[in-house]
């Protein structure tokens, strides 16, 4: 007999179908399992549409077996009306008689309601099992609602010297450190956030799109910070094709720390994650008032001898690994 570990692990595996699309919902997983068997699975659909457990339950094709199985999902079913109706309604009118959750839902419409509907209902209901991995993956709402601001992920690439841009260039385009395969995966994270952010020096030397170009997604929101409007229309982040925040002085106040009035005005525009692509004044910004999560640095073989040095910063280092001759380092705030 397969353990609740085996389960909400494939829970894990399906909610990662979500991610990008269900923002600012989580994207949850569930599975329905009956004799030691999985009879229905489903993930979130994109925001608006159906939660993960009503996707599992309508994916089952014989409902009887429903009242006689055990469903397992990665958060908490909600219980309160939002863009559909409650999860925990739905598995009560079903009879499904066991339910196991990975972790509990922080949102404060839920936080704990959930479970108390199923149990008055009769529901066995188990809470924790594989938290810490359920957790972790639901990061950026826990953040969100936990911290009132966004999931702050830092990402940059280094020369093997440590420079992230050379000291003077002839284009106002990127310089590229790494190679295209780190770039295409640049992209998939791209799209697996609600929007990302650069500074004005960025734009200006780099002209970049902040797209999602080299993977099939969701491009995110763009944010580019603009402290005395020099930035004219013609840069290819107000061409339209993505919604484009402008953060200039009439937003907040850059005399002071701005790191978090930049969480403050991002929370208020409902952005749970946020991916920080530079430049070094911008990363080490947030950085110095300790306001990220993650940080992503890719490290190539290239040398540059002179230039823009990378951002100082300490964090827990939790994955190494290669990108064809690209280093890719991921650390904690830890």
Request: proline content about 5%.
């Amino acid at each position: 007999m397969h353990s609740h570990e085996y389960y909400i692990n494939r829970c894990l595996q399906l909610a990662k179908n979500g991610l990008g699309t269900t923002r600012p919902n989580p994207a949850v997983g569930a599975v329905i399992v009956y004799n030691d068997t999985i009879i229905g699975e489903g993930f979130t659909s994109p925001y608006g549409g159906n939660h993960a457990e009503v996707n599992a339950i309508n994916s089952v094709k014989d409902k009887s077996l429903l009242s006689i199985s055990t469903i397992y999902v990665t958060l908490e079913p909600c219980s309160h009306y939002g863009k559909t109706p409650p999860c925990s309604d739905l598995i009560i009118t079903h009879k499904i008689p066991a339910v196991v959750i990975g972790c509990i839902d922080d949102n404060p419409e839920v936080a704990g309601k959930g479970v108390e509907k199923l149990k008055a209902s009769g529901c066995k209901v188990t809470v924790g099992v594989m938290e810490a991995e359920c957790k972790a993956h639901h990061k950026r709402f826990f953040t969100f609602h936990n911290k009132k601001r966004p999931y702050i992920i830092l990402k940059w690439a280094e020369t093997r010297d440590g420079f992230i841009a050379p000291k003077t260039k002839n284009e106002k385009k990127p310089v590229w450190i790494t190679n295209p395969y780190s770039r295409q995966l640049v992209h998939k994270w791209r799209a697996e956030e609600q929007a990302i952010l650069v500074g004005t020096n960025t734009v200006i030397q780099d002209n970049p799109s902040l797209t999602v170009r080299d993977w099939k997604g969701s491009n995110p929101i763009r944010i580019a910070l603009d402290k005395d409007a020099k930035l004219q229309s013609n840069f290819n982040v107000f061409d339209d094709k993505v919604k484009t925040i402008r953060i200039t002085n009439n937003l907040i106040d850059f005399e002071n720390p701005i790191a978090q009035q930049i969480c403050n005005l991002l929370h208020g525009e409902n952005i749970n994650s946020v991916i920080i692509e530079g430049g070094l004044k911008t990363l080490q910004t947030f950085i110095d008032e300790n306001l990220w999560d993650e940080a992503r640095v890719f490290t190539s073989n290239i040398e540059f001898k002179d230039g823009v040095r990378a951002p100082l910063f300490t964090g827990k280092l939790i994955s190494e690994s290669r990108i064809s001759k690209d280093a890719l380092k991921i650390y904690l705030n830890r």
